[in-house]
Structures are given as C-alpha cells and as structure tokens.
C-alpha cells in the first residue's frame, strides 16, 4: 500500500511540473508575441514618420527641409499649383499656431485663427480637386514655382527658430515681417495661375487668395506700422 501511496504521489507531482512547465512556456510565447506587436507597431510608427514632412520637437512641420518633389516641373501646372500651394498653406498655419500660444495681442490671435481656419479649407477644397483630377499621380511640389522660394525663406532659415524663442512685442512684430512676405508669394503664385491653370475651379480659388491675402497684407502693414511705433 506504501508502495502504492508513494507511487501515485510521484506521478501526481511529476504531472504537476509538466503543468507548470507548460504554462511558464505559454507565458513565454505570450510574452514573446506581445513583444513582436509592439515592435512591429513601433516599426510602424517610424514607418510613418520616416515617409512624412521632417517634425521639430513641438510637432510642427519643420520647413527647413521643404524641396521639390522628384520630377515636379513635369507634371501638369494645375498639379504642381495644388500640391505647392498646400505647402505653402501649411507654413502660414504652423507659423498661426505659434502665434495662437505666444501672442498676448487680442488682435493678432484673432487673425492667427482666421489664418487657421481659411487656409485648412482651402486646403481641403484642393485635396479634393486633386483626388479629383490627378488621382494616383506623384508629389508635384515645385518650390521654383514663382513666390514660392522667395516667400518660404524666413521659414527654412532660422525664423521659424526665432519665433520660438521671441516673447511679447518682438514677437507680434516678427510674425508680421514674416507673413506678411509669406502672403505676398502667395498672391504671386495665385497671379500666374490665372494665365495657366486650366481647370477655372483653380483660377476661381486664385482670385479668392489674391483678394484675401492682399487685405490682410495691408492689414498687417498697418499693425506693423502701429506697433513698432510703441
């Protein structure tokens, strides 16, 4: 019978370790699993950071690495126009943005919302003409685009930096020496595309940008004037 007893004890705790064995090697895959998601998640996010516009350490678009894409000046006028004029758009937002958080002027982040809000659309609208038209077809940001250069330099040289680092009056008085040149590229791009844009969807916006953004040249000329004078 002790025999027996001793036998059977045996076979339940050998029975007992194999359970145990399983299980820690259950947990090991399972833990190895989990660790695979999340590197290939982690994979992912650098997927999509390495195939998106360069960020600065306050997630805003760094524009000091804005160039053409491959090929642009082949593509169609009313693709280069759409796919420029976005990223044109998006300098004047992301310099908005920091105006929204640093500006004490009342005034100034008024405009700075506007700003916000009436490029996004426009942004929009021309994601949708060019889903419409140019579906499936290549980047076609030309930075030799004319006003285009020339009214993205403060943004690729050290003013984005400066806006950063500027408080109270300097601020506001940097922010409109650098949109207000912002805006006038934007008029000279909108001008030509008046001669050369092929859709009259493109030429309609062109008159709406040449309009709006000469009003709110003159507006900030003023203020320029206003407040350097305090």
């Given amino acids: 019978m002790k025999t027996l007893f001793l036998s059977v004890t045996l076979l339940a705790l050998a ?13 090991n895959s399972m833990n190895h699993n989990s660790m695979m998601k999340n590197s290939n998640s982690s994979m992912n996010m650098n997927g999509i950071d390495h195939n998106s516009m360069p960020m600065n350490s306050d997630s805003r678009a760094d524009h000091s690495e804005m160039k053409s894409s491959p090929n642009a000046a082949s593509q169609p006028y009313d693709l280069q126009f759409i796919d420029t004029m976005t990223g044109h758009h998006q300098g004047a937002i992301d310099m908005a943005k920091t105006a929204l958080m640093k500006s004490q002027n009342a005034e100034l982040k008024t405009f700075a919302q506007k700003i916000i809000d009436d490029q996004n659309k426009e942004i929009a609208q021309m994601k949708e003409w060019r889903e419409k038209w140019y579906a499936g077809k290549p980047a076609g940001m ?27 009056s300097d601020f506001d008085l940097l922010f409109l020496d650098m949109m207000i040149p912002h805006h006038a590229g934007a008029t000279v791009m909108a001008k030509e595309a008046l001669t050369k844009a092929e859709h009259p969807e493109l030429k309609t916006l062109a008159n709406q940008i040449i309009k709006e953004q000469e009003a709110e040249i003159r507006l900030m000329t003023e203020w320029k004037a206003k407040w350097g004078n305090k």
């Fill in 142 to 168: 030309n930075m030799e685009m004319p006003g285009m250069g020339d009214s993205m330099k403060m943004m690729t040289g050290d003013g984005m930096k400066m806006m950063e680092t500027a408080t109270g």
């Fill in 15 to 27: 029975i007992g370790l194999v359970g145990c064995g399983q299980a820690g090697s259950n947990a």
